[in-house]
């Protein structure tokens, strides 16, 4: 992880997010109060096991995204195969960190069901 990233990956970083914080109410171009003195990044995206940094969006022109993303919600049981994250939240939280969350407290709760276990969230 990059607490404090070399000049080259801080510049690459701020040249990314500045369209962004510059839109920012009392935003000052040029004022050095305005620009971030660091930026942390991490480096998940190289991490094998984190799948090289992918995520989920909905093509356009889809013809059943609803049905695509309710499958991949339910994953396979019955082969003991279960999905959760972001790409696998609820619609409306869909591509979100809360919807990661909800979606793996979902899925925590089919687990222990399935188990045997009793479960609330």
């Given amino acids: 992880m990059h607490n404090l990233p070399d000049p080259e990956h801080y510049t690459l970083l701020n040249n990314f997010f500045k369209p962004y914080y510059s839109l920012l109410p009392n935003y000052v171009e040029g004022d050095e109060n305005c620009v971030p003195k660091a930026i942390l990044s991490t480096e998940w995206q190289l991490d094998e096991l984190a ?30 195969l279960w999905f959760c994250g972001e790409h696998t939240s609820p619609k409306e939280e869909l591509g979100t960190v809360a919807g990661s969350y909800l979606s793996a407290e979902g899925v925590s709760g089919r687990l222990v069901k399935e188990y045997g276990g009793h479960w609330e969230p």
Avoid at 51 to 67: F, I, K
């Fill in 51 to 80: 799948g090289n940094g992918s995520y989920c969006n909905v093509q356009v022109g889809v013809e059943d995204a609803e049905g695509d993303m309710a499958a991949m919600r339910w994953g396979n049981p019955e082969r003991r």
